[in-house]
């Protein structure tokens, strides 16, 4: 049986990266959200320019998930500035973890936070953290199993829609 990899994005990779994104962020949030809000976040976060613009911080790293040159999942962190909120130079943020839906429940979202732990042991720091949707009961989960526990909230927008994200953290030290 082929092994999964892991592998770092890079500008190269840039349509596949918007590709899968797209699709897997229609894929989780589509049934919830109205057509506009998802038409608008669609375009304007995960258009090519600003693919590119966050590929490009040095701050932040993408990872996919493949299996036979497929790719079915990917990986977001970020460091220091590039974190949407906290900007603690002693954490990582994971920003995204987004698996197709027709692979879930196959350890593929369990491979890439482990590369996130990883990345975030060899730099020695202290925690992890995340925002996830209230209503993304499936991350949740996810999140809670593997330790994380809750510590705040903060607003997400969708379009013209405010939700409610939970910040998730995980102590490494």
Same mark, same amino acid.
């Given at each position: 049986?082929? =092994?999964? $990899?892991?592998?770092? @994005? +890079?500008? %190269?990779?840039? &349509?596949?990266?918007?590709?899968?994104?797209?699709?897997?962020?229609?894929?989780?949030?589509?049934?919830?959200?109205?057509?506009e809000?998802?038409?608008?976040?669609?375009?304007?976060?995960?258009?090519?320019?600003?693919?590119?613009?966050?590929?490009?911080?040095?701050?932040?790293?993408?990872?996919?998930?493949?299996?036979?040159?497929?790719?079915?999942?990917?990986?977001?962190?970020?460091?220091?500035?590039? =974190?949407? $909120?906290?900007?603690? @130079? +002693?954490? %990582?943020?994971? &920003?995204?973890?987004?698996?197709?839906?027709?692979?879930?429940?196959?350890?593929?979202g369990?491979?890439?936070?482990?590369?996130?732990?990883?990345?975030?042991?060899?730099r020695?720091?202290?925690?992890?953290?995340?925002?996830?949707?209230?209503?993304?009961?499936?991350?949740?989960?996810?999140?809670?199993?593997?330790?994380?526990?809750?510590?705040?909230?903060?607003?997400?927008?969708?379009?013209?829609?405010? =939700?409610?994200?939970?910040?998730?953290?995980?102590? %490494?030290?």
């Open positions: 049986m082929e =092994q999964m $990899e892991i592998k770092k @994005v +890079n500008e %190269l990779d840039l &349509e596949y990266l918007q590709a899968i994104s797209k699709k897997t962020f229609f894929e989780t949030f589509a049934m919830s959200n109205s057509k809000n998802m038409d608008k976040y669609l375009s304007e976060s995960l258009s090519s320019s600003q693919l590119l613009k966050e590929l490009n911080n040095e701050n932040s790293q993408f990872y996919f998930a493949s299996l036979s040159n497929n790719i079915l999942g990917y990986l977001k962190v970020n460091f220091g500035t590039a =974190q949407t $909120e906290l900007e603690d @130079v +002693n954490a %990582l943020e994971i &920003e995204r973890i987004y698996v197709l839906k027709e692979f879930h429940g196959k350890q593929i369990q491979l890439l936070y482990q590369k996130a732990i990883e990345i975030a042991k060899e020695d720091l202290n925690y992890v953290w995340l925002g996830v949707w209230e209503n993304n009961q499936r991350a949740i989960r996810f999140y809670l199993k593997n330790g994380f526990v809750e510590f705040n909230r903060h607003l997400f927008k969708l379009g013209d829609e405010e =939700q409610i994200d939970i910040m998730m953290k995980l102590n %490494l030290k």
